[in-house]
């Protein structure tokens, strides 16, 4: 009974260092997103997925990159990390008309 | 493009008191409905919806429902307690893509 699983949970970039955030699910969704969480300013979209092999840009998708391999992993790449991507990441995902699953979080801080 | 507006916070409420918080919403077509909660540390979870006008969805002793009209979804409680105090975002779902858009969110405090 797994849902959506993020991992790391904290992560402690310095600037200009990469990493991947690790989003995997078990309920066989078909459509997947990466979100942001900044103080005040609600989710914002990064990136999505409607399917294995199928990724779009969300509403701030510039410094990430996505992939979709299968349908039950979504990672999310940073290359090269800036203290404006200091947030907190939430995976989520939906079958078709929905409501989304979310995961618990990835807490990053990029100094 | 479509959005969502929630009154801003934090709201702070004694316990049993009555809740409302406000939230209205921009959208092409026909949009369905969300309010999410978060509690401390966690992630979202969904605390109920409505797919078309004049839906109340209702979950947990909230309600809300979908007001056409006035492009509104404003969440409303009876009587909150402490364990209610969390972020609460609303959301709206339009289109084909599945994309969520969300409102800031409105914290809640209840103090006993």
């Known amino acids: 009974n797994a849902g959506v699983t993020q991992t790391p949970k904290f992560r402690i970039l310095k600037i200009g260092q990469s990493m991947t955030l690790q989003c995997t699910q078990d309920m066989n969704h078909n459509y997947m997103y990466w979100y942001r969480q900044d103080p005040g300013m609600g989710l914002k979209l990064i990136y999505y997925s409607v399917g294995a092999g199928i990724t779009d840009k969300g509403e701030v998708p510039n410094g990430y990159n996505v992939s979709r391999s299968t349908t039950e992993d979504f990672p999310l790449r940073l290359e090269l990390a800036a203290p404006s991507q200091t947030s907190v990441y939430f995976c989520?995902?939906?079958?078709?008309?929905?409501?989304?699953?979310f995961g618990n979080g990835t807490r990053l801080t990029v100094t | 493009g479509d959005s969502v507006t929630q009154m801003e916070g934090p709201v702070t409420l004694s316990e049993e008191a009555f809740l409302t918080i406000n939230c209205t919403y921009t959208?092409?077509?026909?949009?369905?409905l969300f309010w999410y909660v978060q509690y401390p540390g966690e992630g979202l979870q969904l605390l109920l919806k409505?797919?078309?006008?004049?839906d109340k969805g209702s979950n947990k002793g909230f309600e809300a429902t979908y007001r056409k009209e006035t492009t509104s979804f404003h969440l409303e409680k009876g009587s909150v307690q402490v364990s209610d105090s969390a972020v609460y975002f609303c959301a709206l779902m339009g289109g084909n893509t599945g994309k969520l858009i969300f409102g800031q969110g409105t914290t809640l405090q209840v103090k006993p």
């Open positions: 409505a797919t078309k006008a004049d």
């Open positions: 959208a092409t077509g026909y949009p369905s």
């Open positions: 989520a995902s939906s079958g078709s008309n929905s409501p989304l699953h």
